[in-house]
Protein backbone atom coordinates (compact mmCIF):
# COMPACT_ATOMS: atom_id res chain seq x y z
CA UNK A 1 0.00 0.00 0.00
CA UNK A 2 1.39 3.46 -0.82
CA UNK A 3 2.29 5.57 2.25
CA UNK A 4 1.33 8.74 1.92
CA UNK A 5 3.67 9.80 5.28
CA UNK A 6 6.46 9.48 3.01
CA UNK A 7 5.01 13.17 1.49
CA UNK A 8 6.44 15.77 4.40
CA UNK A 9 3.47 17.56 4.06
CA UNK A 10 1.06 14.66 5.47
CA UNK A 11 3.08 14.55 8.63
CA UNK A 12 0.46 17.63 9.62
CA UNK A 13 -2.12 14.96 10.58
CA UNK A 14 -3.11 12.45 12.85
CA UNK A 15 -2.84 8.87 12.26
CA UNK A 16 -6.78 8.76 12.27
CA UNK A 17 -6.76 11.42 9.13
CA UNK A 18 -4.14 9.77 7.52
CA UNK A 19 -6.28 6.37 7.92
CA UNK A 20 -9.60 8.33 6.69
CA UNK A 21 -7.93 9.02 2.99
CA UNK A 22 -8.62 7.15 0.05
CA UNK A 23 -6.64 9.60 -2.72
CA UNK A 24 -4.60 12.65 -2.25
CA UNK A 25 -2.70 14.91 -4.04
CA UNK A 26 0.38 16.65 -3.09
CA UNK A 27 1.23 20.05 -5.21
CA UNK A 28 2.86 23.58 -5.27
CA UNK A 29 6.19 24.73 -6.71
CA UNK A 30 7.67 23.64 -3.14
CA UNK A 31 5.31 20.88 -2.55
CA UNK A 32 3.69 23.12 0.08
CA UNK A 33 0.05 22.47 -0.66
CA UNK A 34 -2.34 19.12 -0.53
CA UNK A 35 -5.43 17.80 -1.41
CA UNK A 36 -7.23 14.30 -0.49
CA UNK A 37 -10.40 12.51 -0.20
CA UNK A 38 -11.64 10.46 2.60
CA UNK A 39 -13.78 7.11 2.31
CA UNK A 40 -16.56 8.95 2.84
CA UNK A 41 -16.13 10.75 -0.16
CA UNK A 42 -15.52 14.29 1.46
CA UNK A 43 -12.91 16.61 0.08
CA UNK A 44 -10.13 18.65 2.22
CA UNK A 45 -7.23 20.85 1.72
CA UNK A 46 -4.27 22.16 3.60
CA UNK A 47 -0.68 24.29 2.88
CA UNK A 48 0.35 27.57 1.70
CA UNK A 49 -2.69 28.36 -0.67
CA UNK A 50 -0.44 30.22 -3.12
CA UNK A 51 -2.87 32.03 -5.42
CA UNK A 52 -5.54 30.55 -4.15
CA UNK A 53 -4.75 26.94 -5.31
CA UNK A 54 -6.43 25.38 -1.65
CA UNK A 55 -10.08 26.93 -3.26
CA UNK A 56 -11.26 27.62 0.35
CA UNK A 57 -12.42 30.98 -0.65
CA UNK A 58 -9.57 33.08 0.79
CA UNK A 59 -5.95 33.48 0.49
CA UNK A 60 -4.82 32.52 4.13
CA UNK A 61 -2.50 29.39 4.27
CA UNK A 62 -3.45 26.39 6.56
CA UNK A 63 -1.58 23.33 8.51
CA UNK A 64 -5.13 22.20 9.69
CA UNK A 65 -6.71 20.11 6.77
CA UNK A 66 -10.21 22.21 5.80
CA UNK A 67 -13.04 21.00 4.40
CA UNK A 68 -14.01 21.95 0.36
CA UNK A 69 -17.80 21.60 0.46
CA UNK A 70 -17.34 21.87 -3.35
CA UNK A 71 -15.53 18.64 -3.92
CA UNK A 72 -17.76 16.18 -1.19
CA UNK A 73 -19.92 13.89 -2.55
CA UNK A 74 -17.86 14.45 -6.09
CA UNK A 75 -16.08 11.19 -7.09
CA UNK A 76 -12.97 12.73 -8.85
CA UNK A 77 -11.17 9.99 -11.44
CA UNK A 78 -8.39 12.21 -12.54
CA UNK A 79 -6.53 16.00 -11.28
CA UNK A 80 -3.82 17.98 -12.89
CA UNK A 81 -1.90 21.13 -11.75
CA UNK A 82 -0.43 23.75 -13.15
CA UNK A 83 3.10 25.83 -11.71
CA UNK A 84 1.25 29.07 -10.45
CA UNK A 85 -0.46 26.54 -8.98
CA UNK A 86 -4.09 26.16 -10.39
CA UNK A 87 -5.98 22.56 -10.22
CA UNK A 88 -8.02 21.05 -13.08
CA UNK A 89 -10.02 17.80 -12.20
CA UNK A 90 -12.34 15.72 -13.80
CA UNK A 91 -15.07 13.23 -11.81
CA UNK A 92 -16.82 9.98 -12.66
CA UNK A 93 -19.32 11.66 -14.00
CA UNK A 94 -17.18 13.43 -16.22
CA UNK A 95 -17.33 17.05 -14.75
CA UNK A 96 -14.58 19.44 -14.69
CA UNK A 97 -13.71 21.81 -12.12
CA UNK A 98 -10.81 24.40 -11.89
CA UNK A 99 -9.63 27.30 -9.25
CA UNK A 100 -6.48 28.88 -8.57
CA UNK A 101 -3.96 30.77 -10.29
CA UNK A 102 -5.91 31.95 -13.51
CA UNK A 103 -3.70 34.90 -15.01
CA UNK A 104 -3.65 33.33 -18.07
CA UNK A 105 -7.24 32.25 -18.14
CA UNK A 106 -6.12 28.56 -17.33
CA UNK A 107 -9.20 27.90 -15.77
CA UNK A 108 -11.19 27.99 -18.97
CA UNK A 109 -14.05 30.34 -17.66
CA UNK A 110 -13.34 32.77 -20.06
CA UNK A 111 -11.89 35.88 -17.21
CA UNK A 112 -8.40 35.83 -15.87
CA UNK A 113 -9.82 36.55 -12.44
CA UNK A 114 -7.72 34.00 -9.51
CA UNK A 115 -10.20 30.68 -9.43
CA UNK A 116 -11.13 31.26 -5.16
CA UNK A 117 -13.39 28.10 -5.15
CA UNK A 118 -13.59 25.18 -7.20
CA UNK A 119 -16.19 26.28 -10.78
CA UNK A 120 -17.70 23.89 -12.94
CA UNK A 121 -15.62 24.59 -16.61
CA UNK A 122 -18.85 24.66 -18.43
CA UNK A 123 -17.84 25.93 -22.41
CA UNK A 124 -18.06 23.08 -24.75
CA UNK A 125 -17.60 20.79 -22.02
CA UNK A 126 -20.66 20.24 -20.63
CA UNK A 127 -22.42 17.52 -23.30
CA UNK A 128 -19.12 15.83 -22.85
CA UNK A 129 -17.61 13.49 -20.09
CA UNK A 130 -14.53 14.03 -19.46
CA UNK A 131 -12.26 10.40 -18.27
CA UNK A 132 -8.95 12.50 -17.91
CA UNK A 133 -7.42 15.96 -17.42
CA UNK A 134 -3.84 16.79 -17.53
CA UNK A 135 -1.72 21.01 -16.93
CA UNK A 136 1.14 22.78 -17.68
CA UNK A 137 2.55 25.30 -16.24
CA UNK A 138 -0.43 27.47 -17.42
CA UNK A 139 -2.74 26.14 -19.74
CA UNK A 140 -4.88 22.94 -19.15
CA UNK A 141 -5.92 20.12 -21.20
CA UNK A 142 -8.91 17.51 -21.19
CA UNK A 143 -10.01 14.32 -22.88
CA UNK A 144 -13.50 13.39 -23.59
CA UNK A 145 -14.89 9.49 -23.57
CA UNK A 146 -15.27 9.66 -27.20
CA UNK A 147 -11.68 10.77 -28.17
CA UNK A 148 -11.74 14.68 -28.20
CA UNK A 149 -8.84 16.61 -27.14
CA UNK A 150 -10.19 20.49 -25.64
CA UNK A 151 -7.33 22.83 -24.27
CA UNK A 152 -7.37 26.61 -23.04
CA UNK A 153 -5.06 28.84 -21.23
CA UNK A 154 -1.58 29.88 -21.82
CA UNK A 155 -0.58 29.55 -25.50
CA UNK A 156 2.40 31.51 -26.14
CA UNK A 157 3.81 28.64 -27.93
CA UNK A 158 1.52 27.13 -29.39
CA UNK A 159 0.40 24.38 -26.49
CA UNK A 160 -3.29 25.08 -26.98
CA UNK A 161 -3.28 23.60 -30.75
CA UNK A 162 -4.93 26.02 -31.70
CA UNK A 163 -2.80 27.39 -35.00
CA UNK A 164 -2.09 30.77 -33.29
CA UNK A 165 -0.10 32.24 -29.85
CA UNK A 166 -3.16 33.98 -28.88
CA UNK A 167 -4.16 32.58 -25.50
CA UNK A 168 -7.30 30.77 -25.07
CA UNK A 169 -9.80 31.78 -22.52
CA UNK A 170 -12.05 28.70 -22.42
CA UNK A 171 -11.43 25.22 -24.03
CA UNK A 172 -11.22 24.92 -27.63
CA UNK A 173 -11.56 21.36 -29.21
CA UNK A 174 -7.61 20.48 -30.64
CA UNK A 175 -8.53 19.44 -34.29
CA UNK A 176 -6.40 19.58 -37.22
CA UNK A 177 -5.09 16.36 -38.01
CA UNK A 178 -6.44 15.01 -34.18
CA UNK A 179 -9.93 15.45 -36.25
CA UNK A 180 -10.56 11.78 -36.93
CA UNK A 181 -8.23 10.43 -34.81
CA UNK A 182 -9.88 8.52 -31.34
CA UNK A 183 -7.40 9.85 -28.02
CA UNK A 184 -6.92 7.67 -24.93
CA UNK A 185 -4.49 9.36 -23.27
CA UNK A 186 -3.14 13.23 -22.94
CA UNK A 187 -0.32 14.79 -21.23
CA UNK A 188 1.83 18.07 -20.79
CA UNK A 189 5.02 19.52 -20.09
CA UNK A 190 5.48 23.03 -19.02
CA UNK A 191 4.84 24.41 -22.77
CA UNK A 192 3.59 21.39 -24.12
CA UNK A 193 1.51 19.22 -25.12
CA UNK A 194 0.96 15.26 -26.08
CA UNK A 195 -1.55 13.06 -26.47
CA UNK A 196 -2.10 9.06 -27.91
CA UNK A 197 -4.43 8.06 -30.29
CA UNK A 198 -5.99 4.69 -30.02
CA UNK A 199 -3.77 2.81 -32.74
CA UNK A 200 -0.95 3.81 -31.02
CA UNK A 201 0.47 7.53 -32.61
CA UNK A 202 1.75 9.90 -30.85
CA UNK A 203 0.95 13.77 -31.27
CA UNK A 204 2.55 16.97 -29.93
CA UNK A 205 2.38 20.57 -29.81
CA UNK A 206 3.78 23.57 -28.48
CA UNK A 207 7.18 24.68 -27.12
CA UNK A 208 9.91 22.26 -29.15
CA UNK A 209 13.49 23.70 -27.43
CA UNK A 210 14.16 20.89 -26.28
CA UNK A 211 13.24 18.07 -29.04
CA UNK A 212 10.40 17.33 -26.47
CA UNK A 213 8.23 16.43 -29.33
CA UNK A 214 10.25 13.82 -30.72
CA UNK A 215 9.97 15.72 -34.12
CA UNK A 216 13.59 15.58 -35.05
CA UNK A 217 13.92 19.09 -34.50
CA UNK A 218 13.62 22.14 -31.70
CA UNK A 219 11.05 23.99 -33.78
CA UNK A 220 7.70 24.65 -32.01
CA UNK A 221 4.66 23.55 -32.86
CA UNK A 222 0.90 25.51 -33.19
CA UNK A 223 -0.91 22.42 -34.15
CA UNK A 224 -0.45 18.51 -33.35
CA UNK A 225 2.24 16.74 -35.46
CA UNK A 226 2.25 12.78 -35.27
CA UNK A 227 5.61 11.81 -34.01
CA UNK A 228 7.00 10.09 -37.44
CA UNK A 229 10.09 8.22 -35.30
CA UNK A 230 7.49 6.04 -33.48
CA UNK A 231 5.91 4.65 -36.42
CA UNK A 232 6.16 0.89 -35.86
CA UNK A 233 5.21 0.84 -32.62
CA UNK A 234 2.23 0.91 -30.54
CA UNK A 235 2.58 3.43 -27.77
CA UNK A 236 -0.07 2.91 -25.11
CA UNK A 237 1.13 5.28 -22.09
CA UNK A 238 2.92 9.23 -22.78
CA UNK A 239 4.29 11.08 -19.54
CA UNK A 240 5.68 14.55 -19.82
CA UNK A 241 8.36 15.65 -17.59
CA UNK A 242 9.48 19.59 -17.62
CA UNK A 243 10.88 19.55 -21.12
CA UNK A 244 11.28 15.66 -21.55
CA UNK A 245 9.03 13.15 -22.58
CA UNK A 246 8.59 9.35 -21.92
CA UNK A 247 6.42 6.70 -24.03
CA UNK A 248 5.63 3.17 -23.12
CA UNK A 249 4.92 0.40 -26.11
CA UNK A 250 2.68 -2.13 -25.73
CA UNK A 251 6.01 -4.01 -26.18
CA UNK A 252 6.68 -3.06 -22.79
CA UNK A 253 9.51 -0.84 -24.04
CA UNK A 254 10.16 2.19 -22.96
CA UNK A 255 11.11 5.73 -25.38
CA UNK A 256 12.52 9.17 -23.99
CA UNK A 257 12.85 12.11 -25.84
CA UNK A 258 13.29 15.92 -25.04
CA UNK A 259 15.51 17.97 -22.30
CA UNK A 260 18.29 15.74 -20.67
CA UNK A 261 20.54 18.18 -18.11
CA UNK A 262 19.85 15.90 -15.55
CA UNK A 263 19.80 12.68 -16.96
CA UNK A 264 16.43 12.24 -17.28
CA UNK A 265 16.09 10.23 -20.32
CA UNK A 266 18.22 7.79 -18.93
CA UNK A 267 20.47 7.59 -22.09
CA UNK A 268 23.63 7.27 -20.04
CA UNK A 269 24.80 11.42 -20.93
CA UNK A 270 23.19 14.58 -20.63
CA UNK A 271 22.78 15.22 -24.70
CA UNK A 272 19.22 16.35 -25.60
CA UNK A 273 17.51 14.18 -27.48
CA UNK A 274 15.14 15.06 -30.78
CA UNK A 275 13.64 11.85 -31.54
CA UNK A 276 12.54 8.75 -29.42
CA UNK A 277 15.50 6.53 -27.78
CA UNK A 278 15.36 3.12 -27.06
CA UNK A 279 15.78 2.95 -23.62
CA UNK A 280 16.84 -0.48 -22.26
CA UNK A 281 15.39 -1.72 -18.34
CA UNK A 282 17.64 -4.98 -17.90
CA UNK A 283 15.50 -6.98 -20.66
CA UNK A 284 12.48 -6.66 -18.39
CA UNK A 285 9.24 -5.38 -19.80
CA UNK A 286 8.17 -1.99 -18.71
CA UNK A 287 4.95 -1.55 -17.19
CA UNK A 288 4.64 1.89 -15.86
CA UNK A 289 6.31 4.70 -16.45
CA UNK A 290 6.13 8.38 -14.47
CA UNK A 291 7.23 11.90 -15.06
CA UNK A 292 5.73 15.31 -13.88
CA UNK A 293 6.13 18.60 -15.38
CA UNK A 294 7.36 20.27 -12.20
CA UNK A 295 10.47 18.18 -11.66
CA UNK A 296 13.40 16.93 -13.96
CA UNK A 297 12.61 13.21 -12.32
CA UNK A 298 11.84 9.88 -14.30
CA UNK A 299 10.64 6.74 -13.11
CA UNK A 300 9.39 3.11 -14.02
CA UNK A 301 8.05 -0.33 -12.96
CA UNK A 302 8.74 -3.31 -14.70
CA UNK A 303 6.55 -6.30 -15.23
CA UNK A 304 8.36 -7.80 -11.88
CA UNK A 305 7.44 -5.16 -9.96
CA UNK A 306 10.87 -3.35 -9.96
CA UNK A 307 10.98 0.29 -9.63
CA UNK A 308 13.63 2.34 -11.56
CA UNK A 309 14.42 6.25 -11.05
CA UNK A 310 16.36 8.67 -12.88
CA UNK A 311 17.39 12.09 -13.73
CA UNK A 312 17.52 14.67 -10.83
CA UNK A 313 17.05 12.26 -7.67
CA UNK A 314 17.65 15.03 -4.75
CA UNK A 315 20.24 16.94 -6.69
CA UNK A 316 22.14 14.01 -8.17
CA UNK A 317 22.13 13.70 -12.03
CA UNK A 318 21.31 9.93 -12.51
CA UNK A 319 21.91 9.25 -16.17
CA UNK A 320 20.78 5.98 -16.73
CA UNK A 321 17.89 3.80 -14.75
CA UNK A 322 18.47 3.15 -11.18
CA UNK A 323 17.14 0.27 -9.26
CA UNK A 324 15.19 1.08 -5.91
CA UNK A 325 14.19 -0.92 -3.78
CA UNK A 326 10.71 1.28 -3.84
CA UNK A 327 7.60 -0.58 -4.36
CA UNK A 328 5.70 2.28 -6.55
CA UNK A 329 6.45 4.97 -9.04
CA UNK A 330 4.96 7.34 -6.46
CA UNK A 331 7.66 6.50 -4.00
CA UNK A 332 10.47 7.99 -6.03
CA UNK A 333 8.76 11.03 -6.54
CA UNK A 334 8.23 11.80 -2.67
CA UNK A 335 11.30 10.70 -1.80
CA UNK A 336 13.94 11.93 -4.59
CA UNK A 337 12.10 14.30 -6.92
CA UNK A 338 12.73 17.91 -6.59
CA UNK A 339 9.67 19.51 -5.56
CA UNK A 340 8.43 16.41 -3.89
CA UNK A 341 5.52 16.34 -5.64
CA UNK A 342 2.97 13.40 -6.66
CA UNK A 343 3.36 12.82 -10.28
CA UNK A 344 -0.51 11.67 -10.60
CA UNK A 345 -4.05 11.69 -8.33
CA UNK A 346 -2.80 9.23 -5.90
CA UNK A 347 -4.93 6.03 -5.07
CA UNK A 348 -4.18 5.00 -1.19
CA UNK A 349 -5.80 1.15 -1.13
CA UNK A 350 -6.55 0.44 2.34
CA UNK A 351 -6.43 -3.56 2.58
CA UNK A 352 -8.66 -4.32 4.84
CA UNK A 353 -11.32 -2.33 3.05
CA UNK A 354 -11.49 -3.89 0.16
CA UNK A 355 -13.76 -6.93 -0.53
CA UNK A 356 -13.58 -10.42 -1.28
CA UNK A 357 -13.91 -9.52 -5.08
CA UNK A 358 -12.31 -6.22 -5.27
CA UNK A 359 -9.19 -8.17 -3.88
CA UNK A 360 -9.40 -11.30 -6.84
CA UNK A 361 -9.47 -8.05 -8.98
CA UNK A 362 -6.95 -6.10 -7.86
CA UNK A 363 -4.43 -9.43 -8.32
CA UNK A 364 -5.45 -9.86 -12.17
CA UNK A 365 -2.25 -10.07 -13.97
CA UNK A 366 -0.05 -9.37 -11.36
CA UNK A 367 3.67 -10.81 -11.45
CA UNK A 368 4.19 -10.37 -7.58
CA UNK A 369 1.48 -13.19 -6.46
CA UNK A 370 0.54 -15.52 -9.75
CA UNK A 371 2.03 -18.99 -10.18
CA UNK A 372 1.23 -18.93 -13.96
CA UNK A 373 1.85 -17.32 -17.06
CA UNK A 374 -0.19 -17.49 -19.99
CA UNK A 375 1.50 -16.16 -23.03
CA UNK A 376 -0.43 -15.03 -26.31
CA UNK A 377 1.28 -13.37 -28.91
CA UNK A 378 4.37 -12.94 -27.23
CA UNK A 379 3.02 -11.38 -24.25
CA UNK A 380 2.50 -12.83 -20.76
CA UNK A 381 -1.15 -12.50 -18.47
CA UNK A 382 -0.31 -13.21 -15.15
CA UNK A 383 -2.60 -15.71 -13.70
CA UNK A 384 -3.48 -17.88 -10.21
CA UNK A 385 -4.11 -21.74 -10.82
CA UNK A 386 -6.24 -22.01 -7.67
CA UNK A 387 -8.58 -18.88 -9.26
CA UNK A 388 -8.42 -20.56 -12.71
CA UNK A 389 -9.42 -23.62 -11.01
CA UNK A 390 -12.24 -22.59 -9.02
CA UNK A 391 -13.89 -20.23 -11.80
CA UNK A 392 -13.20 -22.55 -14.75
CA UNK A 393 -14.34 -26.53 -15.63
CA UNK A 394 -11.68 -26.32 -18.47
CA UNK A 395 -9.18 -25.56 -16.17
CA UNK A 396 -10.26 -28.12 -13.46
CA UNK A 397 -9.90 -30.57 -16.13
CA UNK A 398 -6.47 -29.28 -17.10
CA UNK A 399 -4.99 -29.19 -13.62
CA UNK A 400 -7.05 -32.28 -12.67
CA UNK A 401 -3.64 -34.34 -12.98
CA UNK A 402 -1.59 -32.23 -11.71
CA UNK A 403 -0.78 -29.57 -8.89
CA UNK A 404 2.48 -28.30 -7.94
CA UNK A 405 2.15 -25.44 -5.86
CA UNK A 406 5.92 -24.15 -6.40
CA UNK A 407 5.60 -24.78 -10.11
CA UNK A 408 6.56 -21.34 -12.51
CA UNK A 409 4.77 -22.45 -15.97
CA UNK A 410 4.19 -21.03 -18.93
CA UNK A 411 1.18 -22.16 -20.81
CA UNK A 412 1.21 -21.17 -24.76
CA UNK A 413 -2.30 -19.95 -26.50
CA UNK A 414 -1.76 -19.93 -30.05
CA UNK A 415 -5.32 -20.34 -31.27
CA UNK A 416 -6.85 -16.76 -29.60
CA UNK A 417 -5.53 -13.68 -29.66
CA UNK A 418 -3.92 -11.94 -26.97
CA UNK A 419 -6.86 -8.83 -26.73
CA UNK A 420 -9.50 -12.26 -26.72
CA UNK A 421 -7.37 -14.71 -24.13
CA UNK A 422 -6.77 -11.61 -21.88
CA UNK A 423 -10.42 -10.63 -21.66
CA UNK A 424 -11.60 -14.22 -21.01
CA UNK A 425 -8.75 -14.81 -17.74
CA UNK A 426 -9.62 -11.35 -16.72
CA UNK A 427 -13.55 -12.55 -17.00
CA UNK A 428 -12.87 -15.15 -14.78
CA UNK A 429 -11.70 -12.30 -11.75
CA UNK A 430 -14.26 -10.18 -12.72
CA UNK A 431 -17.35 -11.59 -13.80
CA UNK A 432 -17.69 -8.80 -16.70
CA UNK A 433 -16.76 -8.44 -19.98
CA UNK A 434 -15.36 -4.73 -21.89
CA UNK A 435 -14.51 -5.47 -25.53
CA UNK A 436 -15.59 -3.96 -28.93
CA UNK A 437 -18.34 -6.43 -30.98
CA UNK A 438 -15.07 -7.69 -32.86
CA UNK A 439 -13.08 -8.94 -30.30
CA UNK A 440 -16.26 -10.21 -29.07
CA UNK A 441 -16.75 -12.88 -31.61
CA UNK A 442 -13.61 -14.02 -31.11
CA UNK A 443 -14.44 -14.31 -26.91
CA UNK A 444 -17.77 -16.32 -27.88
CA UNK A 445 -15.66 -18.62 -29.93
CA UNK A 446 -13.50 -19.21 -26.43
CA UNK A 447 -16.26 -19.59 -24.53
CA UNK A 448 -18.13 -21.71 -26.52
CA UNK A 449 -14.96 -24.09 -26.87
CA UNK A 450 -14.62 -24.10 -22.88
CA UNK A 451 -18.18 -24.47 -22.17
CA UNK A 452 -18.45 -20.77 -20.41
CA UNK A 453 -22.25 -20.46 -20.80
CA UNK A 454 -22.92 -17.13 -19.08
CA UNK A 455 -19.83 -15.69 -20.71
CA UNK A 456 -21.42 -16.70 -23.93
CA UNK A 457 -24.74 -14.90 -23.60
CA UNK A 458 -22.36 -11.72 -22.51
CA UNK A 459 -20.41 -12.09 -25.63
CA UNK A 460 -23.56 -12.20 -27.46
CA UNK A 461 -25.14 -9.14 -25.41
CA UNK A 462 -22.55 -7.04 -26.79
CA UNK A 463 -22.09 -8.04 -30.01
CA UNK A 464 -25.72 -7.00 -30.71
CA UNK A 465 -25.86 -4.01 -28.72
CA UNK A 466 -22.45 -3.21 -30.72
CA UNK A 467 -23.70 -3.85 -34.59
CA UNK A 468 -24.36 -1.10 -36.82
CA UNK A 469 -25.11 -0.46 -40.41
CA UNK A 470 -21.29 0.34 -40.40
CA UNK A 471 -19.95 -2.23 -38.79
CA UNK A 472 -21.84 -5.26 -39.77
CA UNK A 473 -19.68 -6.55 -43.09
CA UNK A 474 -16.88 -6.26 -40.78
CA UNK A 475 -18.28 -8.24 -37.91
CA UNK A 476 -19.53 -10.89 -40.39
CA UNK A 477 -16.27 -10.95 -41.96
CA UNK A 478 -14.95 -11.90 -38.13
CA UNK A 479 -17.95 -13.96 -37.74
CA UNK A 480 -16.83 -16.39 -40.41
CA UNK A 481 -13.85 -17.28 -39.44
CA UNK A 482 -14.85 -17.96 -35.87
CA UNK A 483 -17.84 -20.15 -37.62
CA UNK A 484 -20.51 -17.31 -35.84
CA UNK A 485 -22.32 -15.82 -38.71
CA UNK A 486 -25.87 -17.10 -37.24
CA UNK A 487 -25.70 -14.41 -34.24
CA UNK A 488 -24.47 -11.59 -36.79
CA UNK A 489 -27.29 -12.36 -39.69
CA UNK A 490 -29.69 -12.50 -36.83
CA UNK A 491 -28.39 -8.94 -35.28
CA UNK A 492 -28.76 -7.45 -39.24
CA UNK A 493 -31.79 -8.55 -40.08
CA UNK A 494 -33.09 -7.01 -36.59
CA UNK A 495 -31.05 -3.47 -37.23
CA UNK A 496 -32.56 -3.54 -41.08
CA UNK A 497 -36.63 -3.78 -39.95
CA UNK A 498 -35.78 -1.36 -37.06
Excluded at 4 to 18: A, D, H, M, N, R
Excluded at 299 to 316: E, L, P, V
Aim: hydrophobic letters at 35%.
Amino acid sequence: MVDVGKWSIFTLLSPQEIASIRKACVFGTSANEALYITQNNEGFVFGLNCSNCLGTGDNQSTIVPKKLEALCGKKISSLGYGSGPHIVLSTEDGEVYAWGHNGYSQLGNGTTNQGITPIQVCTNLLVKKVIQVACGSHHSMALSSDGDVYAWGYNNCGQVGSGSTANQPTPRKVSNCLQTKMVVGIACGQTSSMAVVENGEVYGWGYNGNGQLGLGNNSNQLTPYRVTALQGVCVLQIACGSAHTLALTDEGLLYSWGANTYGQLGTGNKNNQLSPTHIMMEKERVVEIAACHSAHTSAAKTQSGQIYMWGQCRGQSVIIPHLTHFTCTDDVFACFATPAVMWRLLSVEHEDSLTVAESLKKEFDSPETSDLKFRVDGKYIHVHKAVLKIRCEHFRSMFQSYWNEDMKEVIEIDQFSYPVYRAFLEYLYTDSVDLPPEDAIGLLDLATSYCENRLKKLCQHIIKRGITVENAFSLLSAAVRYDAEAIIWHSVFQLLNM
